[in-house]
């Protein structure tokens, strides 16, 4: 057997090892971690709907009615009517035919990508595509063919060059820790051009980017004869659990008929779906979220500009405003140096991110004020 403490040594001294820390309040702008409060900059919580009262209140009502787990898959008993109607308002939601809810992000990936790529279909996927999308690849069997990021002159010359086979284009929406958005008009004019499917993962734009909260697709007002199958998650700005896939109705037949990851695996818990409904309505009806988050971000790269920092920021436009360090053992020190202000983020180092270019993946919440902020960029500027 490999020698597993040997191989975690060598992760130690790359600086690559990782550790959890152990919270004590949940998710929002204040964490406490062994007694002490930190102002938290480092979850995906975007619209602070995690921990809102009315979203709680109904996973509460949700227990009563259903019970904690829904005691088995979809296709067997598992499905219940909350599913069911959050199915529908989602369907609503993403302007789509059908939705399909699957019980995380990963696992809808991991289904809707092995389901449609088969062996002998190229995949063409952003190289720095979140790790499910990568894994969902692989597990296709399907020839994979990594572009550079956000890279469509170079994808649409690939796409000529293998006209005659199936080919798949796949992309992150709002890429996870760049914070920037893929281009995906040209996509779409590029999947159309070669008859090629196109399937996008917005985990960070859906409740953050589109007028209503629609993500990338509401973005860049494109349909879903444009954007054919778009896969959400619901942990992030939604603030609870799970995911789903929205397209047409044959699309989620299929998955119910094939997705493995759909049909083995116990449906999430029926109360999750409730308060998600919940949350759902929040991120239509709230705006001021979206509104306020937005400008945070640039009240923080305005202050970021007016300090010299400008260029250490990667461009994005969005909640996500990742910190380019590079090395793994500084980013690693300026995350120590901000706890010791009282600050949390964390450093991002490979393989989550490609080597050299480790960061600090610095997020904003709907639940931060001007005044967090300001306190961020004071802090920043000390550590800098
Ligand atoms: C978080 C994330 C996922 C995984 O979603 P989970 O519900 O957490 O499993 C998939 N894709 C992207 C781009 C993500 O950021």
């Not at 975690?8 to 600086?15: C, G």
């Not at 209140?57 to 227990?63: F, P, R, S, V």
């Not at 005659?164 to 914070?179: K, P, Q, Y």
Request: with cysteine; hydrophobic share 45%.
């Amino acid at each position: 057997m490999r020698d597993l403490a040997a191989n975690l040594e060598r992760q130690k001294a790359l600086n690559l090892y990782r550790t959890r820390r152990v919270l004590e309040s949940p998710a929002g702008v204040t964490a406490v971690i062994d007694g002490q409060r930190y102002l938290s900059f480092c979850s995906n919580d975007y619209l602070g709907l995690a921990n809102h009262p009315e979203v709680i209140q109904a996973l509460q009502q949700g227990a009563v009615e259903y019970g904690v787990g829904s005691g088995a898959a979809h296709l067997m008993s598992g499905h219940s009517r909350a599913h069911h109607a959050l199915e529908e308002e989602l369907a609503a939601f993403t302007r789509r035919p059908r939705a399909l809810l699957f019980s995380t992000g990963y696992m809808a990936n991991l289904g809707v990508v092995s389901t449609l790529a088969q062996r002998g279909d190229t995949v063409y996927a952003d190289r720095l595509n979140h790790a499910s999308l990568v894994d969902a690849a692989l597990l296709s069997q399907a020839r994979l063919r990594r572009y550079p990021h956000a890279d469509s002159a170079t994808l649409g010359k690939w796409l000529v060059d293998d006209s005659n086979e199936d080919s798949w284009i796949i992309s992150d929406g709002v890429f996870s820790m760049d914070g920037d958005l893929a281009p995906l008009p040209q996509f779409a004019a590029l999947a159309r051009q070669h008859q090629a499917g196109l399937v996008i993962d917005d985990a960070h734009g859906f409740g953050v980017l589109g007028q209503h909260g629609g993500g990338i697709a509401e973005h860049f007002a494109l349909d879903a004869a444009q954007v054919p199958v778009l896969i959400g998650t619901l942990g992030k700005a939604f603030g609870t659990f799970g995911a789903f896939v929205a397209g047409s109705e044959d699309l989620i037949e299929t998955l119910i008929q094939h997705a493995r990851s759909y049909i083995y695996t116990t449906a999430l818990p029926p109360a999750i779906a409730q308060a998600t409904r919940v949350s759902l309505r929040l991120v239509q009806t709230e705006s001021w979220r979206r509104e306020h988050l937005m400008h945070l971000v640039t009240r923080f790269r305005t202050g970021m500009e007016q300090r010299g920092f400008l260029s250490m920021l990667m461009p994005s436009p969005t909640p996500i405003q990742p910190l380019r360090v590079g090395d793994a053992a500084r980013a690693l020190a300026l995350s120590n140096a901000l706890l010791a202000h009282g600050i949390l983020i964390s450093a991002i180092r490979p393989p989550t991110v490609p080597q050299g270019s480790a960061r600090l993946r610095i997020t904003f919440s709907a639940s931060h004020s001007d005044a967090h902020i300001d306190t961020l960029l004071n802090a920043l500027s000390e550590v800098l």
